[in-house]
């Protein structure tokens, strides 16, 4: 008897077409559910997608609340309809500038942005502030003021103001405009007025301890001078160096550098001489300050990357100078930056003093003395337990970052190599061995496209990898640099020797001629009587000898550079929320080009009925 199922198993070979469906009705746009279905009596050329798709975006409209309450078990709020959604970068860009207290923010910042950026009417403020945040409310989380920004963007786009407009939009949220965001900053802007603050604490005190007036002086220099520190850290200039192209000196060939100031608008040609030079008066001139170094010399076999390394050390250390509170104001650092010719001829012009900052200026002893916590010796060996583990870690960590960039590279230069062979492959194919091929044309065609996605990706790739090399990595070697900085600050004060009295008046006579006996300033001790030495090494007012005032001097200069040491902690919060954001930004960038190749890719044939 013949088999049933004989006509399959003995497939006619001379018409092999038969096996596949030729059928014209159907097309790649087709779901594949709706294909072939055998429990439906109707064609497949009488579905209509639009129909469909018609229908269930009624559903999904209509469904829209049962489904939020299924998944979060209550009606809408502040803090949970965005929930999941992917935040716009703009949003947080607006919480970074709020001034963020452990993912809160204070409900007067609300109001700040309100009143300050946004351009609502008042009726339209006291709603939005009415549908994120409570009347006893004195925090938002970071869910309640990415619904506080989509609603200022609604009002301002003229949408409906509520929580369902913001959850029908979560897909798609509207952007708050802002007009002068980038010189807001709400930190800035709630700091109370100093001298508010000096008047209020003055007369408080006057009316209370009339005995404290000492006390109440010092504390209203140290907020003084924290104020000029912050407004310091806002005003801070950045320098660029970069490499000319021509080497120049006869035998021995030197690369000039341009040294490019933003704050002082100039733009000089400098050696790494003229740094080393720099450099080593600078130590002379502040050997009691945190003084960054210099990348190493090297006499020969400098190629390409030992000669960037070293630009990019240069750059360090001259924004490390200028940004320092003392060294960034010295004369010679700014004639460094400056002056247009040779920094050999201003020195011919201008000899510079190598004597130390103690010597050359005059220092209220009396008022720094009391500026010196009693627990200074103790919080320099707290931190100098500590010093060395924090080098080796920062260490350890821009080894890891840059091999994470190497590895990104590497991938890059990957996707590049796959870009090459896909093109190959697509020129071998391109010409089909089936006559009238449509498929295959198809196939070759979304060839190019992925070729030309996986090079533009990995375009993406090394350039991030280069970006995050001259941001996060050159800010952990900043840090680290701080902290070596500050090592052999301590290293320079146990290598230093006590210097005589006797000595220090003749150095301090060179710069006060007319206020200590004019002979002093000479070299020669005969032409000085013991009366003029006593006379100009003690000060009648403090009691002290200048050798005790040099030492009062130096515990200042230290508590001043823990300060600043302390300080530069918001210079590493401020990189990893700069790398944090640059992440976020990548990744979006990336999501994006894989989603439009997933759209060019979705048109290239992937059913047998398509290759005849």
């Not at 198993?9 to 001379?14: R, T, Y």
């Not at 309100?114 to 925090?139: F, K, M």
């Not at 965001?181 to 001298?195: D, V």
């Not at 130096?554 to 640059?582: G, P």
Request: net charge negative.
């Amino acid at each position: 008897m013949q088999n049933n199922f004989e006509h399959i198993l003995s497939p006619d070979f001379n018409d092999p077409l038969q096996y596949f469906d030729t059928s014209p009705s159907l097309s790649r746009t087709t779901p594949p559910i709706y294909a072939d279905d055998p429990w439906t009596s109707s064609t497949p050329s009488s579905y209509n997608p639009s129909r469909e798709i018609s229908h269930n975006n009624n559903y999904f409209t209509q469904h829209d609340d049962k489904q939020h309450k299924d998944t979060f078990g209550s009606e809408l709020t502040a803090s949970n309809v965005l929930l999941g959604v992917d935040i716009p970068e703009i949003y947080s860009e607006i919480y970074c500038r709020s001034d963020p207290h452990n993912e809160k923010i204070d409900v007067k910042s609300l109001d700040i942005i309100l009143d300050q950026l946004s351009g609502l009417p008042i009726h339209t403020r006291q709603e939005v502030i009415r549908l994120v945040t409570s009347p006893e409310a004195e925090y938002v989380t970071r869910n309640e003021f990415n619904s506080f920004l989509a609603l200022i963007a609604c009002g301002q786009k003229n949408l409906e103001l509520s929580l369902e407009t913001i959850y029908q939009h979560r897909n798609d949220l509207p952007i708050p405009t802002f007009g002068n965001l980038e010189s807001f900053n709400l930190r800035e802007t709630k700091q109370p007025n100093p001298a508010a603050t000096t008047t209020t604490t003055i007369d408080i005190k006057s009316t209370h301890y009339t005995d404290s007036s000492s006390s109440t002086t010092t504390a209203v220099h140290q907020q003084e001078e924290q104020e000029a520190m912050n407004q310091w850290f806002r005003d801070l200039d950045h320098i660029t160096v970069s490499r000319t192209l021509e080497k120049e000196g006869f035998l021995f060939k030197h690369i000039n550098y341009e040294v490019e100031s933003e704050k002082l608008g100039s733009k000089v040609l400098r050696r790494f001489s003229d740094f080393y030079w720099i450099w080593e008066v600078l130590l002379k001139r502040y050997p009691f300050r945190i003084l960054p170094n210099l990348p190493p010399k090297k006499l020969g076999g400098r190629d390409d990357v030992f000669e960037e390394r070293r630009r990019k050390g240069l750059v360090r250390f001259i924004n490390a100078v200028v940004r320092h509170p003392i060294l960034g104001k010295d004369d010679l650092v700014i004639a460094f930056l400056s002056h247009p010719s040779e920094i050999n001829s201003w020195k011919r012009a201008n000899s510079p003093s190598l004597d130390e900052e103690f010597v050359r200026k005059s220092h209220n002893i009396a008022y720094l003395e009391r500026l010196v916590p009693l627990d200074l010796d103790d919080r320099i060996n707290r931190i100098k337990k500590r010093l060395s583990a924090s080098i080796q870690q920062y260490e350890h960590m821009c080894f890891i970052m840059n091999q994470m960039n190497r590895l990104k590279k590497a991938l890059g230069t990957d996707y590049i190599r796959y870009s090459v062979t896909l093109n190959s492959v697509s020129e071998v194919e391109k010409n089909c061995w089936v006559p009238e091929c449509q498929g295959c044309s198809q196939v070759v065609a979304g060839y190019g496209c992925i070729a030309k996605s996986m090079h533009q990706a990995g375009v993406i790739l090394t350039k991030q990898a280069i970006a995050t090399g001259d941001s996060i990595v050159e800010s952990l070697k900043r840090q680290r640099d701080l902290l070596e900085s500050f090592r052999e600050l301590l290293d320079r004060r146990e290598r230093m020797s006590p210097v005589p009295s006797d000595v220090l008046a003749r150095q301090v006579a060179r710069y006060k001629k007319g206020k200590i006996q004019p002979s002093l300033a000479h070299d020669d001790d005969h032409t000085n009587t013991p009366e003029q030495i006593h006379q100009a090494t003690w000060d009648e007012a403090t009691g002290l000898t200048l050798s005790q005032q040099r030492d009062i001097f130096i515990k200042y200069c230290f508590i001043a550079e823990l300060s600043y040491l302390h300080k530069q902690q918001a210079s590493v919060s401020l990189m990893y929320n700069t790398y944090v954001r640059d992440e976020v930004r990548y990744a979006r960038q990336w999501s994006e080009h894989w989603k439009n190749l997933e759209a060019l890719a979705s048109e290239m044939p992937n059913t047998p009925h398509e290759f005849l």
